[in-house]
């Protein structure tokens, strides 16, 4: 029995890359099929973010071209994490293997063919890793240390370097899906599966064309939901500061005693001012951390769905 495989492709307002990449998808998935026990029906799947531009069109006028080009297109903008849930949905549907990949190709299509090689081996994640960052601006590359390296203090593991391009089996899929969150932080989610997994280097290189779609805002939400998805870590800190804060007050209280009994003068009201200020801004920085943690319980509990499917090709 040959595997089939799906290319899952988020795609938000990617008029401007979506032909060729379309193009570059199907020649390297016709040489997977060539190459390897992979059935000649094995097809792409490009799912629609509610993009304002001319995505949809391309995908219908390609569908239409090529039977082996699916699309999904979302009643609205859900977001990249999103979008990959639902390609994942449709195509552990029929897929044996699926593999999601960034629109703009600015991960190395080329190496779709080393991850497929390795599936047939048995592996049922491989990561696309790559081995450079000089593609990213000086802010991208730093914050997205930052981000790493905190997450990974909070005890929240991930495969450095990597995003979104990994090829996952049928049933690792059909795992993840099992992860209801709201807030998704997929590449978070994956390492908690389990099986086996393996990884794959390239190089990353700039965007096709077009413009990057995680502007400032998105990728600040992006990091801040993985923060706190993966981690209670910020919560407990807090109880320490606040078990710090404590013992302070103790030993103040001590020492304003003593001082008080040996007829010392009395102290004057900035020693008291100081700790109302950093006591309350100590309650603050709790309190707001607590609404955040019932902020994401609430959205939690909803239920909501995670996207709305307007249509569907293929
Ligand atoms: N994307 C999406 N919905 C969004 C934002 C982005 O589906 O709301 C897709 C986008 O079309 C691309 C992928 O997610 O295929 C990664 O986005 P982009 O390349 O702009 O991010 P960057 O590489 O700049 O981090
Ligand atoms: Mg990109």
Redesign the pocket.
């Known amino acids: 029995m040959l595997s089939k495989l799906t290319i899952v492709?988020?795609?938000?307002?990617?008029e401007a890359v979506l032909p060729d990449s379309i193009k570059t998808l199907l020649e390297v998935e016709n040489r997977i099929i060539d190459l390897q026990n992979i059935d000649p029906a094995s097809n792409l799947l490009i799912?629609d973010?509610g993009s304002k531009d001319e995505t949809w069109n391309i995908i219908q006028r390609e569908h239409q071209l090529n039977a082996r080009v699916d699309g999904l297109k979302f009643s609205r903008?859900f977001?990249?994490q999103n979008?990959l849930i639902a390609g994942l949905t449709e195509a552990a549907k029929v897929a044996d293997v699926i593999i999601t990949i960034?629109?703009?190709l600015?991960d190395d299509p080329n190496s779709m063919v080393e991850m497929v090689a390795k599936y047939l081996n048995g592996i049922d994640i491989v990561y696309g890793v790559r081995n450079n960052r000089e593609t990213d601006t000086w802010f991208k590359r730093t914050s997205a240390g930052i981000f790493y390296k905190t997450l990974n203090l909070l005890g929240v593991k991930l495969v450095q370097n990597h995003?979104d391009f990994r090829l996952m089996s049928q049933r690792a899929v059909l795992t993840l899906l099992k992860y209801q969150e709201r807030n998704l932080f997929i590449r978070g989610i994956i390492p908690l599966i389990g099986f086996n997994t393996d990884k794959v280097f390239y190089k990353r290189t700039p965007?096709m064309a077009g413009?990057?779609?995680?502007p400032l805002k998105?990728m600040l939400a992006f990091a801040w939901d993985g923060l706190t998805s993966f981690s209670i870590a910020p919560v407990r800190a807090i109880l320490l500061l606040g078990c710090f804060a404590s013992f302070l007050g103790i030993i103040a209280l001590v020492y304003s005693t003593v001082t008080k009994l040996l007829g010392l003068t009395v102290h004057g009201w900035s020693s008291l001012m100081i700790s109302i200020w950093i006591l309350g801004g100590f309650q603050m920085i709790s309190l707001g951390v607590i609404g955040e943690y019932i902020g994401k319980l609430t959205t939690e509990v909803k239920q909501r769905p995670r996207f709305t499917i307007e249509k569907k090709l293929g």
């Not at 492709?9 to 990617?14: I, L």
């Not at 413009?211 to 995680?214: I, P």
Request: glycine residues 4%; hydrophobic residues 30%.
């Open positions: 492709v988020p795609a938000f307002n990617e799912v973010d903008n977001g990249h979008a960034d629109a703009d600015q995003a965007r413009e990057s779609k995680y998105k």
